[in-house]
C-alpha cells in the first residue's frame, strides 16, 4: 500500500528557504502511473495546490508560487522534495505530500502533512 | 484560476440524515469534480473522483452528480463517523483548486 511521509528541519525564519521531504514507501517514484505533489493547507486561504513532478522530471507549479518553488525527485532514496524560498508569514501552513493519479487528478494518497511555521 | 464555491459553509445534521453539499466551478469543468473528507488533524481523503465514481472502500451512502458547473455530494443516511469537513477540487484545469470546505456538525 503507497504511503508518504513529510519530514522537514522545523520552524523557518523569514526570508529564508522552506525545505520539506516526502519519503514514500510502497511504490517507486519511477512509475507512470502517479504525479507526486504538494499541497498545504491554511485556516485562511484554506487548501492549495503547489506543484507536482513526474517520474521523467516534469514539473507543474501553481502559477502564484511559481517563482519561488522548486520540486524534485530522488529515486535513489524513493523520496520527493519541496523548496519554496523567501518565505513569509503567510506560507505558515500545514504541508502535505501528495500522490496524484495520472488519468483523473484526483490526489489518492496524502501524507499525514506538516506543520511549518515562518517566524521573523 | 478557476474559482470553487461550496455552500453551505457548515451545516447541522443527526445521524440517519440524507446531506447535500454543493460545488459550484467559475467554469465548466467538465466531469472533472472530485470531493474529499477532512476529520480534524488528518489529511483529506478521496470520497468520490469524476464526479460520481466512489474510491476504493468509500461506503455507497456516498454519492456525487453534477456536470458542467454545478456538482453536488450527497451523503445517503449520515453516520457518526461522517461528521467532517468536505471539499471539492477541480481537475479540468491547472492550476488545480479547491472549495473553501462544508463543516458536517453534530446537531
Known amino acids: 500500500q503507497l504511503q508518504l511521509q513529510e519530514s522537514g528541519p522545523g520552524p523557518v525564519k523569514s526570508s529564508e528557504t522552506l525545505s520539506l521531504t516526502c519519503i514514500v514507501s510502497?511504490?517507486?517514484?519511477?512509475?507512470?502511473?502517479?504525479?507526486w505533489g504538494w499541497i498545504r493547507q491554511t485556516p485562511g486561504k484554506g487548501l492549495e495546490w503547489i506543484g507536482t513532478?513526474?517520474?521523467?522530471?516534469?514539473?507543474n507549479y501553481n502559477p502564484s508560487l511559481k517563482r519561488r518553488v522548486s520540486i524534485s525527485l530522488d529515486p535513489s532514496k524513493n523520496q520527493f522534495s519541496l523548496r519554496l524560498s523567501s518565505v513569509t508569514a503567510t506560507d505558515t501552513a500545514v504541508y502535505y505530500c501528495a500522490s496524484l493519479g495520472v488519468a483523473t487528478i484526483t490526489i489518492d494518497n496524502w501524507g499525514p502533512g506538516t506543520l511549518v511555521t515562518v517566524s521573523s | 484560476d478557476i474559482q470553487m464555491t461550496q455552500s453551505p459553509s457548515s451545516l447541522s445534521a443527526s445521524v440517519g440524515d440524507r446531506v447535500t453539499i454543493t460545488c459550484r466551478a467559475s467554469q465548466s469543468i467538465s466531469g472533472n469534480l472530485n470531493w474529499y473528507q477532512q476529520k480534524p488533524g488528518k489529511a483529506p481523503q478521496l470520497v468520490i473522483y469524476d464526479v460520481s465514481s466512489l474510491h476504493s472502500g468509500v461506503p455507497s451512502r456516498f454519492s456525487g452528480s453534477g456536470s458542467g458547473t454545478g456538482f453536488t455530494l450527497t451523503i445517503r443516511t449520515l453516520q457518526p463517523e461522517d461528521f467532517a469537513t468536505y471539499y471539492c477540487?477541480?481537475?479540468?484545469?491547472?492550476?488545480?483548486?479547491f472549495g473553501q470546505g462544508t463543516r458536517v456538525e453534530v446537531k
Open positions: 510502497g511504490s517507486s517514484l519511477n512509475v507512470g502511473n502517479y504525479y
Open positions: 513532478i513526474y517520474y521523467t522530471g516534469s514539473t
Open positions: 477540487q477541480q481537475s479540468y484545469n491547472s492550476p488545480w483548486t
